[in-house]
């Protein structure tokens, strides 16, 4: 095309010390450690003179324009397209990205991470350790263990830690009638999707509105459509009419999730609000 280059990258021979680098035409380069499975399907990089405002890409990536794929030890790339025209790319030991995948730049794949067929990750992205994705994701932070292990959306939100999305679910951005303008109910943003407490879970096919705010262990229902506003923490959201809408779920710390009990309510909570991981 005229506005990337596409690096062919199969077939990339190890190397006999500790990483390989690969410089792909026009500056782009991937960076991989011998220990790591590399069999991606395309890296695509800007051509030289480009520039990006992305608020992930360094200095050092402007003043260069070269963005580098960063594959560490044990990870395994089985697939995948990843797009460095905006930012390099990192995917942490042990990670796995599995065919099928998009990834653009600037984004961070955490260690054990697990990348499924048909993720669709649009830049700005930062996964801690052992997340799985599928769905689409944009301008997100995920802590340590999220799993969105299905088909969803996510943008311009935070995920606490071991917070889970079952299927379809859908974290709004973008108020309607906004006129693309700054909306001051969102701290003078844009666009704002959900924060979502450590623990905290979302049903199948449940929709957050702009501005959404679950507190810590709080478990959604399935099918919701949630306002703006906040949510818990420690509460069950299950979209009836007032005052049966939100109940208390964990009555004494014995019963929280965040204190890693397996048994008691949250057991029940998980099972009847979400789908299989």
Not at 8 to 17: C, E, H, I, K, L
Not at 157 to 169: D, I, M, N, P, R
Not at 200 to 205: P, S
Not at 253 to 276: E, F, L, R, W
């Amino acid at each position: 095309t005229t506005t990337a280059q596409v690096v062919a990258a199969r077939g990339v021979p190890r190397s006999n010390g500790r990483s390989l680098r690969v410089a792909a035409p026009h500056g782009a380069q991937v960076l991989r450690s011998r220990t790591a499975l590399f069999y991606p399907d395309a890296v695509v990089d800007a051509p030289r003179g480009s520039s990006s405002s992305s608020p992930l890409k360094s200095r050092d990536d402007n003043a260069r324009n070269t963005h580098v794929l960063i594959v560490d030890d044990d990870a395994r790339v089985l697939g995948g397209t990843f797009d460095l025209s905006a930012g390099s790319i990192a995917i942490r030991r042990g990670a796995v990205v599995e065919a099928g995948a998009f990834i653009a730049g600037p984004s961070v794949i955490g260690p054990r991470c697990r990348v499924r067929p048909g993720a669709y990750l649009r830049g700005d992205v930062i996964l801690g350790a052992s997340c799985i994705v599928r769905g689409e994701l944009k301008n997100v932070v995920a802590l340590d263990g999220v799993e969105m292990g299905h088909v969803c959306y996510v943008g311009d939100s935070v995920l606490g830690f071991e917070s889970h999305l079952a299927a379809h679910v859908v974290t709004a951005n973008l108020p309607l009638l906004s006129n693309n303008k700054s909306d001051p109910r969102l701290g003078g943003r844009r666009k704002c999707g959900a924060i979502l407490g450590d623990r905290a879970q979302i049903g199948a096919a449940t929709v957050t509105s702009p501005g959404t705010f679950l507190g810590k262990a709080t478990v959604v229902y399935p099918g919701l459509h949630l306002r703006p506003g906040t949510y818990g923490p420690r509460v069950l959201v299950k979209g009836r009419a007032p005052p049966d809408d939100v109940v208390p779920l964990w009555e004494n710390s014995d019963d929280d999730p965040s204190s890693d009990s397996s048994s008691g309510p949250a057991a029940v909570a998980s099972s009847s609000a979400s789908s299989s991981k």
